[in-house]
Structure formats: C-alpha cells, structure tokens
C-alpha cells in the first residue's frame, strides 16, 4: 500500500515519562516533495474508511481543535472533526475538557511557527496532570523536516504527527497510538492524490468552503506551499458541482471556492475545462454568493472576467496578490508577471468589473530588496489603491531557494518598510470604505458581531465586514443594509423599514 511514499522506519529503544517504548516513523522529505512527476493523480472515491472497532473508540470523550492558516486548513479541519465525530468523539472549544488535543499547523512564517511551539508549551502543562491526553500535530508544519526533527528532540510527548496528505487516516493513526502507547509519526511526502469520500462538518450553516484544487506548482521562490500541499491536482467538475447541489439543497447561501491558484483550475485535467467553465456552471447551480481564492495574476484570463460580470451571483471580489511592485524583486520571487503586467490586469478587472474591490498580499524585505525596489512597491499602491492587503516580511522558509539568498538588510529597516506599506494600506482601505457612506448594500449575516453583542455581522458583495443592528432572527439572511459608519477595516450599517 506504501510502495510510493518515502518510507523511513526507524524503530529505536526509546522511554520517556509516559512510557512509550518505540517510534515508528514515517517522515517528511523535502527533497521528496520537490519531485514532479508524470504520474497520475489517482481519484479515490472510497479511501476513507472507518473500521467497525473504532466507530465508538471516542465515546465519552472530547476532542478540541485549534487551526492556524489559511482557509484550507480551516477546511481541512472541518474534515478532521467530521472524522472523529465518526469515531464517536464530541467537540469542546475549552482545550482543558478534552481527551484528544489536535493542532492543525501552518508553515507559511516564521511566526506561525513559533505560535505552535509557544502553544505546545501551554499542552505540556496540561499533559503532565492529565497524562491520558492524546496530543498530536497535523497540516504543513507536519510535513517539514526541521519541525519533525524539533519534534523529536524537544517535543518526544506529543502521541500523533500527521501530515496534509493522510487526513484520511486519522482513524487508523489514532488507533496505532491508542493501542501501542507511542508517538506515531504518519507524515507522506508525495506529490498527492484527491480523496473524495472524507467526512465534513461544516463550521456555518450559511458559508462553506469547497476545494477545486489541491497543491501548487508555481513554486514562487519564497513559498513552502508546494512543499507541503503537492502538486496541483484539481477536482473533477462533477464532484465540486455536486457538493454545491447539496450546499444549496441544504440552505447555503454563500461558497468559497478554494485553491492556491485557482485560475491555474483544471490545466492538469486533459478535459478541456478551466476555471471559467467551472465558475459558470457553479453559478448555474443558483448558489446565491460565490467566492473564490486565490487568484494568480498570471492565467487570469478574459473568458474568466466574462463569466464573473455576467452572473450576478459571483461576487465583484478579487484577492489578486501582488508581492512586490518591483520587477527586479518579482524576478528573484519567480511571480511569473512584471508590475506591468500586473497594472493592465488590475485595470482591466477594474473597469470591466462594476464595482469590483481588489485586495492583495505583499511581502517586504525580500533578499535584496532596495529603497528603490520598496518605492516601487509604495508606488503601486498608491496606483490600485487597494481595498486591503496582507502585508508581511519576508521568511525565509527552509528548503525554499529564497532562503539560501544573501540578505543584506537589516530587520530594522525590514520593520520600518512594513510600517510605513501598512500606513498607506490603511489609508486607502480607510477611502474606500467611506465611499460607502449612507449607500445601501447587501450583507449576509453570519452571526453576533465580536464588537457588540448586540449586532449581527456580516459581509458585503465586496467583502467588506459590516457590523449591523438587527435581530437575532435575520441570521443566515441576505438583507440590505444602510451603511451609517466607516472605519478602516469594518462599517456599521442599520435595516431601514
Ligand atoms: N497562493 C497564493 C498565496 C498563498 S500564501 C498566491 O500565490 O498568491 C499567502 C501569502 O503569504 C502569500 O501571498 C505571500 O504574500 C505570503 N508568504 C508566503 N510565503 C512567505 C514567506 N516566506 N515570507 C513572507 N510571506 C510569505
Ligand atoms: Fe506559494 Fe506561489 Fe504557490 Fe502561491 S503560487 S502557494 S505564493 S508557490
Ligand atoms: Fe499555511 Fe499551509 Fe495554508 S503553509 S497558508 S496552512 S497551505
């Protein structure tokens, strides 16, 4: 069953205070993921398969979930609760209830690493009272070497380590550790396959996310994504169409569909079907919202801007990441398109998409990046005057080729560059949320505002959170809402009669 993975058993005398005696290993490689190959991606309706014995191995016990990420690790764990909820474990949001502690890990920074080991530092504590505790560690930080080595040397008292290819065998992994009283290292470096059969449970009843495609072949040279996702495989249209049938039969009114590079859709099926083919007919399944990210600005093509001007149900909303403004910085970042060709792009979206808003990600502090490379970037953004942006400094991830590249530049001036991008991000978010002043717009309300208990929230056509007057009952509701207030990141608005 294993003949394709890299396979690496280490069997070694190993005790430590909880008693586990030997560890069986499957371990990442990055050298591994790298590969691309011709092999076929194989569709397997049927892989996920939960073993009589274990439906009921977590009845009467809770499990709690904590996800970093993106929102493919979000759905990611969406899929991992459904599977324990079918091995009989209840879910609770308070980590010292629970039996089972997962965290579903994000590799993309520095920082989001050191959130997890900070966090495993907190589980510790709670192990060493409660030693009856399964803990384990899943998602991209899983699949890289140096977090499975750290592991290893200085978390030995985790139970489970899985990676983003082998979700599906959750049961089984738990199991083995469940059984064997040992730390279970499960971690496949393949290049992927597409389970279709894993278990969802959703957290909204009115939003979902929904894969089209899984992994990345862009290999942008900063980016430990397609080490840790794969290759780019899409899903088949059938299945995706088929999931939003049962979205809508089941009352959803909003999808997000899900991809790192989401124009990219369908250029590894040999069907001759593409991102606007897909984008038209899930508008024809009469969802009423339709979301998508993200999308590259290279294979952004015309038929695609079409489809999304001509369906009402597709939102003018675009995150089109743009990275640096300088084309020498582009160049060494691998992106594929110059800051031209980024600009035609973003006008055209602009003027063929009514009342489309755009926002993007940047990355300041690339190797080598220079004052003149930095006002370039500055000057972009004051050319598209986004509707906001993730503004980051550079990472350098290891494995990645930007991470071998001399840096010259100081982490001060790196901090200094990301706080004068985010003032004139701000500002522009900030000028174009107050074109929004008293107009009318369109917002699902998703649930009780974080800010005032008494508000809904929810988001506008184009993406904007707006926090609302309302009752409770209008929850789960499209309703037209009359903007009174507009501050950098969020508006307030009311229902009028
Ligand atoms: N697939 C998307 C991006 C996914 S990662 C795309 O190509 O646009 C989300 C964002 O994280 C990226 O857009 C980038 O801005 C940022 N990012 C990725 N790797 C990074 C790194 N090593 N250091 C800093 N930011 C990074
Ligand atoms: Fe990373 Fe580039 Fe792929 Fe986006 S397109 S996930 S930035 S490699
Ligand atoms: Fe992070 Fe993996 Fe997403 S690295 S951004 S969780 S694909």
Not at 179 to 187: A, I, Q
Not at 434 to 439: D, E, F, I, T, W
Not at 465 to 475: A, C, E, G, M, T
């Amino acid at each position: 069953m294993y003949k394709n993975y890299i396979k690496f058993i280490l069997i070694m005398d190993y005790n430590n205070q909880y008693g586990k005696e030997v560890i069986k290993m499957l371990l990442p490689s990055l050298e591994k993921a790298r590969s691309r190959t011709k092999k076929e991606v194989l569709i397997k309706t049927n892989d996920y398969i939960i073993k009589e014995n274990l439906k009921e191995i977590g009845l009467n016990k809770k499990y709690f979930i904590k996800t970093y990420g993106c929102q493919m690790n979000e759905h990611d764990s969406e899929n991992i609760k459904a599977i324990l909820e079918d091995m009989s474990f209840e879910y609770t949001d308070n980590m010292e209830d629970a039996d089972l502690i997962l965290l579903n890990t994000c590799a993309i920074r520095e920082n989001a690493h050191n959130k997890v080991f900070g966090y495993l530092g907190r589980i510790k504590h709670l192990k060493e009272t409660k030693p009856n505790i399964i803990v384990g560690l899943c998602g991209c930080m899983a699949q890289e070497e140096i977090v499975i080595k750290e592991i290893l040397d200085k978390y030995d008292w985790l139970d489970i380590v899985f990676g983003t290819h082998n979700i599906h065998e959750l049961p089984n992994i738990l199991e083995k550790t469940i059984l064997n009283k040992k730390l279970e290292v499960d971690v496949l470096s393949i290049e992927g396959d597409i389970v279709e059969n894993i278990p969802v449970k959703r957290d909204s009843k009115y939003k979902a996310w929904v894969n089209i495609m899984y992994g990345c072949d862009k290999f942008c040279t900063y980016c430990i994504v397609p080490y840790t996702r794969g290759k780019q495989r899409s899903r088949l249209p059938q299945f995706i169409i088929e999931e939003v049938k049962e979205l809508v039969k089941n009352g959803y009114k909003e999808v997000t569909l899900l991809g790192q590079n989401v124009n990219a859709y369908g250029k590894d099926l040999d069907i001759n079907y593409n991102m606007s083919n897909l984008l038209q007919d899930v508008a024809n399944t009469g969802i009423e919202r339709i979301r998508f990210v993200t999308s590259h600005p290279w294979d952004f093509t015309n038929e695609m801007i079409d489809v999304i001007k001509n369906n009402v149900n597709i939102m003018p909303y675009i995150h089109l990441p743009l990275q640096s403004g300088s084309n020498n910085i582009l160049k060494l970042m691998g992106r594929r398109y110059t800051k031209e060709s980024y600009l035609k792009l973003f006008d055209k979206l602009k003027k063929e998409i009514p009342n489309v808003s755009i926002t993007t990600d940047i990355i300041v502090g690339f190797p080598n990046e220079t004052e003149q490379d930095f006002l370039e970037t500055l000057d972009v953004v004051n050319t598209c005057k986004f509707d906001s942006a993730f503004t980051f400094i550079f990472s350098p991830r290891e494995g990645t080729p930007a991470a071998k590249m001399k840096d010259d530049i100081t982490l001060e001036e790196k901090n200094k560059r990301l706080y004068q991008l985010n003032e004139l991000i701000n500002k522009y978010a900030l000028e174009n949320n107050k074109k929004y002043l008293n107009k009318k717009v369109k917002v699902l309300l998703e649930g009780i505002s974080e800010k005032n208990e008494d508000m809904l929230m929810g988001y506008t056509d184009t993406m904007k959170l707006v926090n609302v007057k309302s009752p409770k009952s209008n929850i789960g509701k499209i309703v037209e809402v009359k903007i009174t207030d507009v501050k950098t990141w969020s508006m307030d608005g009311i229902i009028e009669k």
